[in-house]
C-alpha cells in the first residue's frame, strides 16, 4: 500500500486550491505536491517539472517509491518553457518562489490554454498582483499562512471569462478605490481585506511595530527614509481599512 504524503501547511494550503484535473507543479522541488494531488484524487496527471537537475532526480525518486510513475510525468523546465499546449494542462501552481520570477514565469502563458493558477509567492506580493490584474486572470481566492514565523500569501486566479459575476465586480470595485487605498489592496490581497484574515491582521500589526520601531531609531539618528515612512502609511491605511485598533 502507498504511504500517503504529508504537507506542511503552507502546501497543504496550496495543494487544497488546485480544482484542475491536469496539473502543472513547476518548482516542483521534491515533488511531495504533485505526489499529494494524485494520491488525494485532486488530479489526474501532473507534470513536475523544475530547472535544477538535482530537486528533480529526487521528486522522480519520491514519485517512484510511491509507484505514481503512470499519473506524475516529470521534466526539466525553466518555467513553462517545457511545457506545450499539448500537455493539456488545466492549473498551474508556482510555490516557493518571488513574486517577480512568477511574473517572468507566467508571462509565457499566452501560448498555453491554462485556466487556473495558484500562487504561493514568498515576496513581491504586490507587484504579482498587479500584474494579474493587467492579464487575463483575476484573483478570486487567497489566503495566508504562518509558518516557522514567516507569513505566506495563497492566491487562485483563473481566466477572466470563467470567473463568477460577483468575482469580477468586486475586483473591479476595488481597482475603482481611490489610488492609496487599491495600493494597500494590491500589497495585501483583496480577497484577505475583505475577510480580514486573521493571519493578514497578524501580518500587519507585527509589520506596524517593526517599521514604528525602524522610525523611532531613524528619528534618533536624525537620518530619514521615504521608504520606511512609505511602508509604515500605507500599513496604517491597512489597519484602519481592517478596523483595527
Known amino acids: 500500500m502507498m504511504e500517503a504524503v504529508s ?19 513547476i518548482g516542483c522541488d521534491h515533488g511531495f505536491v504533485s505526489i499529494y494531488l494524485v494520491q488525494a484524487g485532486k488530479a489526474d496527471h501532473v507534470l513536475a517539472a523544475d530547472v535544477r537537475p538535482g530537486p528533480l532526480s529526487r521528486a522522480q525518486q519520491h514519485i517512484k517509491e510511491v509507484q505514481l510513475t503512470p499519473y506524475i510525468e516529470t521534466r526539466l523546465s525553466d518555467g513553462l518553457a517545457g511545457v506545450t499546449p499539448e500537455d493539456r494542462i488545466d492549473t498551474v501552481i508556482l510555490a516557493g518562489m518571488g513574486g517577480r520570477l512568477m511574473r517572468r514565469i507566467l508571462g509565457e502563458l499566452d501560448r498555453l490554454p491554462v485556466q487556473e493558477l495558484v500562487l504561493q509567492p514568498q515576496s513581491e506580493w504586490e507587484e504579482l498582483r498587479a500584474f494579474l490584474y493587467e492579464q487575463t486572470y483575476l484573483i478570486v481566492e ?18 477572466k471569462e470563467t470567473a463568477a459575476k460577483e468575482q469580477i465586480a468586486f475586483i473591479e470595485a476595488c481597482e475603482k478605490l481611490p489610488a492609496e487605498k487599491r495600493q494597500v489592496m494590491h500589497a495585501f490581497g483583496p480577497y484577505l481585506m475583505q475577510e480580514k484574515n486573521e493571519q493578514l491582521v497578524s501580518y500587519i500589526q507585527k509589520e506596524q511595530q517593526k517599521f ?6 531613524i528619528e534618533q539618528h536624525q537620518s530619514s527614509s ?15 481599512m481592517l478596523d483595527l485598533a
Open 212 to 217: 514604528a520601531k525602524i522610525l523611532e531609531t
Open 142 to 159: 487567497e489566503n495566508m499562512v504562518l509558518e516557522e514565523g514567516k507569513y505566506y500569501p495563497v492566491l487562485r486566479a483563473v481566466r
Open 226 to 240: 521615504d521608504e520606511a515612512v512609505s511602508r509604515k502609511k500605507m500599513l496604517d491605511l491597512a489597519a484602519a
Open 7 to 25: 504537507l506542511s501547511n503552507r502546501l497543504q494550503t496550496v495543494a487544497d486550491m488546485v480544482t484542475g484535473r491536469r496539473v502543472a507543479d
